[in-house]
């Protein structure tokens, strides 16, 4: 009975200015079934030789059932259990991001709209809300060779007023482009450790260790 999460996440680019990615997302706990289907895209361009703007825009569906007739030891009298209840929640989003090889800047929005949604038969509410997102970092050589690098980060998210403001706090240092080690905090919530090395030029491997 424990909740499931399913997703798979295809993204590439086309060409050398486009990109296009897919997103699927299934949920389910309980009598709740959840399934998205996200699609992206975007457009990059050089704003000076070694840095470059990138601009995408996404569309998402959201499917939501509540199977409440599958609820077993339920008077089928009681009306709350005698119906399912199911809903469809477009959306769309929006995000921006400056980057080079020493530094970054992006600002987003992955949901433009506010879907509410109200229960007829539990009067249960949710919805989705409006998140905005804010992350920057830097690229420091500590070294003339530069076998040491230094990366600070920062990840700010906002609901507005539905949430307190939240933020993330990342620094790193990196060895030779071999291996890294950091740590990570989040404003009430958390400190992690971080470490990973390079197996080749195209992948990673990391691990992280949540303290608190």
Do not use: C
């Not at 897919?22 to 949920?27: G, N, V």
């Not at 990059?44 to 077993?72: C, D, H, I, W």
């Not at 040491?148 to 507005?160: D, E, I, Q």
């Amino acid at each position: 009975g424990a909740p499931r999460t399913s997703t798979l996440h295809v993204h590439g680019p086309l060409r050398e200015k486009y990109g296009l990615g897919l997103a699927l997302q299934y949920d389910q706990w309980g009598v709740h079934d959840w399934g998205e289907l996200q699609g992206m895209y975007t457009y990059k361009f050089y704003v000076s030789p070694k840095s470059k703007v990138s601009v995408g825009v996404s569309a998402s569906l959201l499917y939501q059932v509540s199977n409440y007739t599958e609820v077993r030891g339920m008077e089928t009298t009681d009306p709350v259990f005698a119906v399912d209840e199911s809903n469809i929640l477009p959306n769309f989003g929006f995000g921006l991001f400056y980057y080079s090889n020493q530094h970054y800047l992006g600002f987003s929005i992955p949901r433009l709209l506010t879907n509410d949604y109200l229960s007829v038969l539990t009067g249960a509410e949710g919805g989705q809300f409006r998140h905005f997102y804010v992350a920057g970092g830097l690229v420091l050589p500590l070294n003339e060779s530069g076998s040491l690098k230094l990366k600070p980060a920062a990840l700010l998210k906002t609901v507005g007023s539905s949430a307190p403001i939240q933020l993330d706090l990342d620094l790193q240092l990196f060895v030779n482009d071999a291996f890294w080690v950091g740590g990570s905090y989040r404003t009430g919530d958390s400190f992690d450790l971080l470490a990973g090395v390079y197996v080749g030029r195209n992948l990673r491997l990391g691990y992280a260790y949540d303290l608190i």
